[in-house]
């Protein structure tokens, strides 16, 4: 019988365990952005990109989700972007 009931409550504990467990690896995504600048769009998002995985490489994080760009007109004859990612740990 006491065999029965500490398999029970280790069955409990490794239970709570993962359930804990699975919460925080859901928690410790953030969304991640970098900056990049080019003569045109496209050249200002893929620098944007390139940042961004390196950002990601650093942090130790995956990539979850598509990148977003937001580009804007900036200094002198340039336009500067920003890529936004979801990443997880």
């Not at 804007?72 to 340039?78: E, I, R, S, V, Y």
């Amino acid at each position: 019988m006491k065999g029965v009931v500490r398999t029970m409550v280790g069955a409990c504990a490794v239970a709570g365990f993962a359930v804990v467990a699975s919460t925080a690896a859901e928690a410790r995504c953030t969304r991640t952005s970098a900056q990049g600048e080019g003569l045109t769009k496209e050249i200002a998002q893929e620098i944007a990109k390139i940042n961004l995985d390196f950002a990601n490489m650093i942090k130790g994080a995956k990539a979850a989700g598509p990148v977003q760009f937001r580009c804007a007109p900036g200094m002198l004859a340039l336009t500067s972007c920003t890529a936004i990612q979801r990443a997880c740990t």
